[in-house]
Nanobody, 121 residues
Framework: QVQLVESGGGLVQPGGSLTLACAAS????????MAWHRQAPGKERELVAH???????NYADSVKGRFTISRDNAKNTVYLLMNSLKPEDTGVYYC???????????????WGQGTQVTVSS
């Protein structure tokens, strides 16, 4: 029905940058809010950044001023630009989208499969 495919993860040195992308495909009528979450080893999944349909964004305190979330509605894609990366940013990053399918009238949340980000020297 809907697939979310993430890309852009990898290994980066402290202070470096990465850009994650998540593209949705399938029987999509509309997409509402989009978000990025992350899960570090041994920790619970946490919200990193959230963006509304009007591109109003909010961020976890730990990433404010370093990360930027954006969206391209024509491409059904959400991005996460990560600057000044720190070792504590290491984890698996998941995108989430609130999607209305052409076959079902109400919106539901869908998750990507996750992409690994490792910040280490």
């Amino acid at each position: 029905q809907v697939q979310l495919v993430e890309s852009g993860g990898g290994l980066v040195q402290p202070g470096g940058s990465l850009t994650l992308a998540c593209a949705a495909s399938g029987n999509i009528l509309a997409i509402g809010a989009m978000a990025w979450h992350r899960q570090a080893p041994g920790k619970e999944r946490e919200l990193v950044a959230h963006i509304t349909t009007s591109s109003s964004a909010n961020y976890a305190d730990s990433v404010k001023g370093r990360f930027t979330i954006s969206r391209d509605n024509a491409k059904n894609t959400v991005y996460l630009l990560m600057n000044s990366l720190k070792p504590e940013d290491t984890g698996v990053y998941y995108c989430k989208m609130n999607v209305v399918l052409t076959t079902v009238g109400r919106p539901s949340d869908y998750w990507g499969q996750g992409t690994q980000v490792t910040v280490s020297s």
